[in-house]
């Protein structure tokens, strides 16, 4: 199993569709910086429906050396570039990413990157799940925005076509 680096989407989607439990299931260990922490606590003390990192014990605190200092004029949040920072030093690790700018930038440094679509896919081919779609489904309405092409993309790629609403 590979090891991975997450972001704060990824954690957050994950926990809103109830399958953030596939996360020890898919990587050997999680880290993730305390950026990411500090951004999951930032939402619960505004009360938005986040995961409490400290109650996952399969979650590792790990902080990155340093942050290539081109990145820092980049759109990107304090967890994200944390997180692909971390990725930098550990690059055998796959980076957790949803942010397109995020996902481009890290992958022109050459990283592994998945987003919390590519989880789901992997959860089915791993059988953790038998469909997917209620997953998608419960994505769009938790706040991820997905175009119909997209879903229905992730869809087939899963072996499943959409169901009409």
Do not use: C, H
């Not at 590979?2 to 596939?22: F, G, H, K, M």
């Not at 990587?27 to 951004?39: C, D, K, L, Y």
């Not at 790990?62 to 920072?85: H, I, N, Q």
């Not at 942010?99 to 953790?128: C, H, I, Y």
């Amino acid at each position: 199993m590979p090891d991975a680096i997450s972001n704060t989407s990824p954690l957050v989607y994950l926990y809103r569709i109830q399958a953030i439990e596939w996360l020890p299931k898919l990587f050997s260990n999680v880290w993730v910086p305390t950026a990411v922490v500090e951004e999951l606590k930032e939402g619960q003390r505004r009360g938005f429906d986040v995961p409490n990192p400290s109650i996952y014990s399969w979650l590792q605190i790990v902080d990155p050396r340093a942050t290539p200092s081109e990145w820092l004029s980049l759109d990107l949040g304090p967890g994200e570039l944390a997180a692909m920072a971390l990725a930098l030093e550990s690059r055998t690790r796959v980076v957790l990413l949803d942010d397109l700018l995020a996902r481009r930038t890290a992958q022109a440094a050459g990283l592994m990157v998945w987003g919390t679509l590519k989880v789901l896919l992997e959860a089915k081919s791993q059988s953790l799940t038998v469909r997917i779609e209620p997953f998608v489904n419960r994505l769009s309405e938790t706040g991820m925005w997905l175009s119909e092409e997209i879903r229905e993309r992730i869809l087939a790629l899963a072996g499943e076509t959409a169901s009409k609403a």
